[in-house]
Every structure is written in C-alpha cells, then in structure tokens.
C-alpha cells in the first residue's frame, strides 16, 4: 500500500467490530440472565425503590443496561470506523 493511500484494513475492522459487539452481549448477557437469574438470591438482600434488587435486574435493570450498551456501540463504531476510514 502507497503512502498516501488511505484505504481501509478490512480484516482489522471486522476483527475490532466482532470483539466490541461479542464484548457488549457478553455485558448484556452477564446483567440479564447473571443478575436477574443467577445472582437474584444474593442481590435480594438489597432492595431499590422497594423492590429487591434481583428482582429490580430482572424486571427494569436489563433493559437501562442495553440502552446504555446501544449508546456504547454508537460511540464505539463511530470511533472505529473513523480509525480506519469507513464510511457509515
């Protein structure tokens, strides 16, 4: 590749892009399925707006953390595609 050329590495993009995404289902799946499943018993001992904190996970919690995670992919992706020249 010539110095002045500026096209983009495409292995490199789709290597970063597939280890963000795997990266945030991972957060996604650990906040879902770990604190509204696994973890309820031991996060039921504290409450938030009256209700247990498990249970607040399994019924509201998730959903704010995948908004947040959407917001996250955003920034990210913009981030990358910059870096290597993508156009979105």
């Excluded at 002045?4 to 996604?28: F, M, N, Q």
Aim: aromatic share 18%; hydrophobic share 50%; charged share 20%.
């Amino acid at each position: 590749m010539a110095e002045g050329d500026k096209r983009p590495d495409h292995k490199a993009y789709w290597r970063e892009t597939v280890r963000l995404t795997i990266s945030l289902l991972i957060i996604w799946f650990a906040v879902s399925y770990g604190a509204g499943i696994l973890f309820r018993d031991f996060l039921d001992q504290v409450s938030i707006g009256g209700a247990p904190l498990g249970f607040w996970f399994a019924q509201q919690g998730a959903i704010y953390v995948f908004v947040v995670l959407i917001f996250v992919y955003c920034w990210a992706m913009r981030r990358i595609e910059k870096k290597y020249g993508v156009e979105a």
